[in-house]
């Protein structure tokens, strides 16, 4: 799958789930459970032991599955992320090196930030959308809401807090999309093999998106904006 592409599945289904899972079979059975709740995106995070052969492993055996490397601090990991199969690369914090040799590989890269200044300079890094982590501290969707008003122009991904009662808020605050790690894939639901608890967890969040979205479309068409034509007499 090309950068565009992966950009424009991203910002379709509007959640990134990051899998924190301890072996190949679990990765795979996390994978299966999202898409078929209609997410097709899993995030592998560096922190868990053998993230990279994970990769690898839904890479060979999920073909239809967009997998990505998340929790990235150096370019040498990223290098074997994208050599196994990552696709896109995510990271806690704003690291330009990282950022810079995404953009060589041509690879999709997110990058963690929080403050404006720092999203700011993300952005005009080359980041193809900016990662607000953790946002829940901060104000949530309100914190959201502050930098998607201010920075308008830059794709926000809020992370860090979200959940099935505040996902729609995220996106009615303006973010792109949002990542989720076990409020989406509960490691109990993994453990105990309970794939329908995630689909439905899944569908829950893609609905939260989903609805959200309608409604900002739905205010958008409602504006209505008359042109000044320099005819209209001012009011005396």
Known sequence: MKKDEVCALIRKIGVIPAVRVWSGDDAHFAAEAVTTGGIPIVEITMTVP???????????SKSKILVGAGTLLDTDTAQKCIAAGARFLTAPAFNPVIVEFAAKQNIAVLPGALT?????AAWNSGADFVKVFPCGPVGGDKYIKA???ALPQVPLIAAGGVNQQ??????????AAIGVGTELIPTEAIEKRQPHRINELARRFTRQVKEAREEIEAWQKSLIIKAYTGTEACEK
């Open 50 to 60: 053998g993230a990279v052969e994970l990769i690898a492993h839904l890479h060979k």
């Open 116 to 120: 404006p200044t720092e999203v700011l």
């Open 147 to 149: 930098l998607h008003t």
């Open 166 to 175: 505040t996902a729609g808020s995220y996106i009615l605050a303006g973010a």
